[in-house]
């Protein structure tokens, strides 16, 4: 995952970052800001090595001066966009709904389909939705998921009667809204557990 994991992807090297950090100025600071870096693979020690390695590098300015959280653990499953939106939401792939980076959604409706025809559309999101997949960019502004993620690639479904694209927040937002609600009614008995095997 290219484009999405470098723009979105925090975790891995956001806990790694500042390893040796703990007596830091930086804990006491006060945050209105949090940059969150993440490459796929990168571990603690990795980060250590390099940071010792080149003690001038960028990386290791950002390490100087962040925080190091040592009990950072990977979501289980564990892949790249769970990962991610277990780091930016705090839910687990059990409380988002987003297991894998390819999903399947009853009620959604298949890329360029104008919401027609039977729903259940697989929901893919990884470097298959960018503009250009052969560039970091995705094809477009950096920073700019419209310009990165290319329209006609992504799911749709009907809001409000209206048939409409569904980008990566949107489905992490459309997921969690579906947990709370489940949350919600299951102590009711309106929503039954599915049977462990």
């Known amino acids: 995952m290219k484009t999405l994991s470098l723009a979105l992807a925090a975790g891995t090297l956001t806990a790694a970052l500042a390893g040796a950090l703990s007596n830091s100025s930086a804990i006491a600071a006060p945050y209105k800001h949090v940059l969150l870096i993440s490459v796929d693979g990168l571990h603690a020690l990795d980060l250590a090595n390099y940071v010792a390695a080149n003690p001038k590098s960028s990386l290791a300015a950002l390490a100087d001066t ?4 040592p009990n950072a653990l990977a979501s289980a499953p564990s892949d790249s966009f769970p990962g991610l939106v277990a780091q930016v939401t705090g839910g687990t792939p059990k409380s988002t709904g987003v297991f894998y980076d390819d999903s399947y959604d009853r009620t959604y409706f298949a890329p360029a389909s104008d919401c027609k025809g039977e729903p259940g559309a697989e929901v893919a999101f990884a470097e298959n939705i960018d503009v250009d997949s052969t560039r970091l960019d995705g094809g477009g502004k950096p ?3 419209r310009s990165q993620i290319d329209p006609a690639k992504l799911p749709m479904t009907l809001i409000n009667g209206k048939c409409s694209v569904v980008y990566p927040h949107d ?21 039954r557990q599915a049977p462990r095997l």
Do not use: C, K, M, T
């Open 66 to 69: 962040g925080i190091f959280y």
């Open 171 to 191: 489905f992490v937002a459309g997921q969690q809204r579906l947990r709370n609600r489940e949350s919600a009614w299951r102590p009711h008995g309106l929503v």
């Open 143 to 145: 920073g700019d998921y």
